[in-house]
C-alpha cells in the first residue's frame, strides 16, 4: 500500500516536470549554454595564477615580508638558490639565483620590489585591489604592473634557463633580486647594496623606469615605442619655512605677514619658466622618434638642438616630455600654523617636491630657488635628496636587451630615455653597475594612468610576452 502510493506520487512529479516544465527547463538550459557558464572554464596560465596570488599578499611599503616569503617559496619550488638577505619585517629582502651566490660567478641581476603603494581611493577600483582577480583575460589589483607583474615575468624566465644550468657551465649567474622599500625609503636596495653588494657580484641589472608605448610619432601614432631607462631623474625634497611675528587677526591685516610672503615669493618661483636641457640621452631620444616622423617634423627631431629655439613651446606642451627636458619644482604641501579663518599664522611651512637633470648639480639649484623666492627670511632646508648617478652607457647588455624586445614585438622601435622618477636604480648605477630598466609591455592608455592608481591590471598576453623578453636575453647572454 505504502509503495503504491511512492509510486503514484513519483509518476505525478514526472509527469508535471515532464508536460509543465520541460519547455522551461530547456530554456534555461540553453541560457546556460549561450552565457557560457556550462562551459569549461578557459586554462589559466601559471603566470597569471602566481600573480594573482602575489597580489593578494598585501605588501604596502613596511609590510613586505609575508609576500617576500611566498615568492621565495615558489623560488625555491623552482629549483632556485634562494637567499634571505634581511628577514625583517619592512625590510626583508632576498635573492633567487641559477647558481649559489657563494660560487662567485659574474652575476645579472634581475631588480624588482616586493612592496607597493596603497590602493588610495578604494570606490575607484572595478575589482577589489588586493584580492587578484582574474577577469577579462587580465590580472587586476595593486603591483600588477608595478611591479609583482614584472618579478613574476622575471623569475618564470630565470627558471627556463635551469636546464641549461644544471647541464653546461653558464658564463653568468642570474639571480632575481626582490627588495622592499621601493616606494618609500628605497630601504631594502640600500641595505642590500651595503651588506651584499661584493657577494653579489653584479655586471648588470635590469629593473623598471621605461615601458611600452605608442602615439609618440605624429606621423604615425600606432608605432610602438619601447623605452628602456638608462639614466634618472634626482629628487631632490625640499622644505621653505617663514615664521613673522605679527598682529593675529584677520580683521586688520598688517602690510605684510607669513602666508602672504609665501605666496608671494611662491609665485615668483613657480611662474618662471624652467630652463631646456637636451642631454644624450634625451638627444637620443628625440633622434629615434625623429626617424619614424615624416618631413619637416623628421628633419627637426633629428636636430634637436639646432631647432632648439623654434621647438621649445611644442616641446614643453606635454608634461611628460617636459619633465625629461627640465628641472621641475611641483608644490606638494602648504601648512601655517593657524587653524581659523579670523587668525593670522605666524609661520608657514611649504613643501617641494623637485625633479633634477642628471647635470644640474643640487647646491646651485638651491641657490637658484633661493634667488628666485626673493625673500631672505624663508628658512630653506633638505628633506631628501636620491643618489646622483652616471648614465648606464648603451653596451653589449643594453643591445642584446634591444634585440629581445625587437624579436619580441616584430616592427617595433627600441629607445634610449631619462626616467623623470627616481627607484632603486640608481644605486646600483651609482656603484658603476649598469642599469637598463623597462617594464617590457606595450601599456594601454588606459594602464598608464592606473600607475599608483585604481584599476591596475596587466593582461596574461602581456605577462607571457614580458616573460618572452626575458628569457630571449638570457638566452642570447648566457647560450648563443
Ligand atoms: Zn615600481
Given at each position: 500500500m505504502t509503495t503504491k502510493r511512492k509510486y503514484d506520487f513519483l509518476q505525478c512529479v514526472e509527469a508535471v516536470v515532464y508536460r509543465r516544465l520541460r519547455y522551461p527547463l530547456f530554456a534555461v538550459f540553453l541560457l546556460f549554454e549561450i552565457s557560457g557558464y556550462a562551459q569549461p572554464p578557459d586554462i589559466i596560465p601559471e603566470s597569471a595564477t602566481i600573480l594573482s596570488e602575489y597580489i593578494q599578499k598585501r605588501s604596502i611599503s613596511g609590510?613586505?615580508?609575508?609576500?617576500?616569503?611566498?615568492?621565495?617559496?615558489?623560488?625555491?619550488?623552482?629549483g632556485l638558490h634562494v637567499q634571505t638577505l634581511t628577514a625583517e619585517e619592512g625590510n626583508y629582502n632576498f635573492a633567487a639565483s641559477l647558481y649559489p651566490l657563494?660560487?662567485?660567478?659574474?652575476?645579472?641581476?634581475?631588480?624588482?620590489?616586493?612592496?607597493?603603494?596603497?590602493?588610495g581611493n578604494n570606490n575607484g577600483w572595478k575589482y577589489p585591489p588586493f584580492a587578484g582577480v582574474i577577469a577579462e583575460n587580465k590580472i587586476w589589483g595593486r603591483g600588477a604592473i608595478d611591479l609583482k607583474g614584472v618579478a613574476v615575468m622575471q623569475m618564470l624566465a630565470i627558471e627556463k634557463l635551469r636546464k641549461y644550468a644544471e647541464d653546461m657551465r653558464l658564463p653568468y649567474n642570474v639571480t632575481l633580486l626582490c627588495v622592499s622599500g621601493e616606494e618609500s625609503d628605497n630601504s631594502g636596495i640600500i641595505t642590500t647594496l651595503e651588506n651584499h653588494f661584493e657577494e653579489l657580484n653584479a655586471v648588470v641589472a635590469f629593473g623598471e623606469g621605461g615601458t611600452g608605448v605608442s602615439e609618440l610619432s605624429h606621423s604615425n601614432p600606432e608605432?610602438?615605442?619601447?623605452?628602456?631607462?638608462?639614466?634618472?631623474?634626482?629628487?631632490?625634497w625640499v622644505k621653505l619655512r617663514l615664521q613673522m611675528k605679527t598682529s593675529g587677526h584677520g580683521s586688520v591685516p598688517p602690510h605684510t605677514y607669513a602666508n602672504k610672503e609665501m605666496t608671494l615669493a611662491l609665485n615668483r618661483l613657480l611662474n618662471k619658466p624652467g630652463k631646456i636641457n637636451f642631454n644624450e640621452a634625451t638627444i637620443s631620444f628625440f633622434k629615434t622618434i625623429g626617424r619614424h616622423e615624416k618631413g619637416v617634423r623628421k628633419l627637426v627631431l633629428k636636430h634637436p638642438r639646432f631647432f632648439k629655439p623654434f621647438i621649445m613651446r611644442e616641446l614643453t606642451r606635454n608634461p611628460l616630455v617636459k619633465s625629461t627636458l627640465t628641472n621641475t619644482i611641483t608644490v606638494t604641501n602648504i601648512n601655517a600654523s593657524s587653524l581659523h579663518t579670523n587668525q593670522i599664522a605666524q609661520e608657514i611651512e611649504v613643501l617641494l617636491d623637485c625633479r633634477l637633470l642628471p647635470e644640474t648639480a643640487p647646491e646651485h639649484f638651491i641657490v637658484e630657488i633661493e634667488k628666485t623666492l626673493g625673500n631672505d627670511n624663508i628658512e630653506i632646508s633638505i628633506i631628501k635628496e636620491t643618489p646622483s648617478a652616471p648614465v648606464s652607457e648603451k653596451g653589449i647588455f643594453y643591445e642584446k636587451f634591444r634585440e629581445a624586445l625587437e624579436e619580441v614585438y616584430k616592427g617595433s622601435a627600441v629607445l634610449p630615455v631619462m626616467s623623470p622618477a627616481h627607484s632603486d636604480n640608481n644605486f646600483f648605477r651609482q656603484k658603476g653597475v649598469p642599469v637598463y630598466g623597462i617594464t617590457p609591455v606595450l601599456l594601454s592608455k588606459d594602464q598608464l594612468l592606473s600607475f599608483h592608481n585604481s584599476n591596475e591590471h596587466i593582461t596574461m598576453e602581456q605577462l607571457q610576452n614580458g616573460t618572452k623578453v626575458y628569457e630571449k636575453l638570457l638566452y642570447k647572454l648566457l647560450i648563443d
Amino acid at each position: 500500500m505504502t509503495t503504491k502510493r511512492k509510486y503514484d506520487f513519483l509518476q505525478c512529479v514526472e509527469a508535471v516536470v515532464y508536460r509543465r516544465l520541460r519547455y522551461p527547463l530547456f530554456a534555461v538550459f540553453l541560457l546556460f549554454e549561450i552565457s557560457g557558464y556550462a562551459q569549461p572554464p578557459d586554462i589559466i596560465p601559471e603566470s597569471a595564477t602566481i600573480l594573482s596570488e602575489y597580489i593578494q599578499k598585501r605588501s604596502i611599503s613596511g609590510t613586505e615580508k609575508e609576500a617576500g616569503e611566498f615568492l621565495a617559496d615558489i623560488c625555491r619550488s623552482k629549483g632556485l638558490h634562494v637567499q634571505t638577505l634581511t628577514a625583517e619585517e619592512g625590510n626583508y629582502n632576498f635573492a633567487a639565483s641559477l647558481y649559489p651566490l657563494s660560487k662567485g660567478l659574474p652575476n645579472i641581476i634581475f631588480l624588482n620590489h616586493i612592496d607597493v603603494v596603497s590602493e588610495g581611493n578604494n570606490n575607484g577600483w572595478k575589482y577589489p585591489p588586493f584580492a587578484g582577480v582574474i577577469a577579462e583575460n587580465k590580472i587586476w589589483g595593486r603591483g600588477a604592473i608595478d611591479l609583482k607583474g614584472v618579478a613574476v615575468m622575471q623569475m618564470l624566465a630565470i627558471e627556463k634557463l635551469r636546464k641549461y644550468a644544471e647541464d653546461m657551465r653558464l658564463p653568468y649567474n642570474v639571480t632575481l633580486l626582490c627588495v622592499s622599500g621601493e616606494e618609500s625609503d628605497n630601504s631594502g636596495i640600500i641595505t642590500t647594496l651595503e651588506n651584499h653588494f661584493e657577494e653579489l657580484n653584479a655586471v648588470v641589472a635590469f629593473g623598471e623606469g621605461g615601458t611600452g608605448v605608442s602615439e609618440l610619432s605624429h606621423s604615425n601614432p600606432e608605432q610602438p615605442f619601447y623605452c628602456i631607462s638608462v639614466s634618472e631623474k634626482k629628487a631632490l625634497w625640499v622644505k621653505l619655512r617663514l615664521q613673522m611675528k605679527t598682529s593675529g587677526h584677520g580683521s586688520v591685516p598688517p602690510h605684510t605677514y607669513a602666508n602672504k610672503e609665501m605666496t608671494l615669493a611662491l609665485n615668483r618661483l613657480l611662474n618662471k619658466p624652467g630652463k631646456i636641457n637636451f642631454n644624450e640621452a634625451t638627444i637620443s631620444f628625440f633622434k629615434t622618434i625623429g626617424r619614424h616622423e615624416k618631413g619637416v617634423r623628421k628633419l627637426v627631431l633629428k636636430h634637436p638642438r639646432f631647432f632648439k629655439p623654434f621647438i621649445m613651446r611644442e616641446l614643453t606642451r606635454n608634461p611628460l616630455v617636459k619633465s625629461t627636458l627640465t628641472n621641475t619644482i611641483t608644490v606638494t604641501n602648504i601648512n601655517a600654523s593657524s587653524l581659523h579663518t579670523n587668525q593670522i599664522a605666524q609661520e608657514i611651512e611649504v613643501l617641494l617636491d623637485c625633479r633634477l637633470l642628471p647635470e644640474t648639480a643640487p647646491e646651485h639649484f638651491i641657490v637658484e630657488i633661493e634667488k628666485t623666492l626673493g625673500n631672505d627670511n624663508i628658512e630653506i632646508s633638505i628633506i631628501k635628496e636620491t643618489p646622483s648617478a652616471p648614465v648606464s652607457e648603451k653596451g653589449i647588455f643594453y643591445e642584446k636587451f634591444r634585440e629581445a624586445l625587437e624579436e619580441v614585438y616584430k616592427g617595433s622601435a627600441v629607445l634610449p630615455v631619462m626616467s623623470p622618477a627616481h627607484s632603486d636604480n640608481n644605486f646600483f648605477r651609482q656603484k658603476g653597475v649598469p642599469v637598463y630598466g623597462i617594464t617590457p609591455v606595450l601599456l594601454s592608455k588606459d594602464q598608464l594612468l592606473s600607475f599608483h592608481n585604481s584599476n591596475e591590471h596587466i593582461t596574461m598576453e602581456q605577462l607571457q610576452n614580458g616573460t618572452k623578453v626575458y628569457e630571449k636575453l638570457l638566452y642570447k647572454l648566457l647560450i648563443d
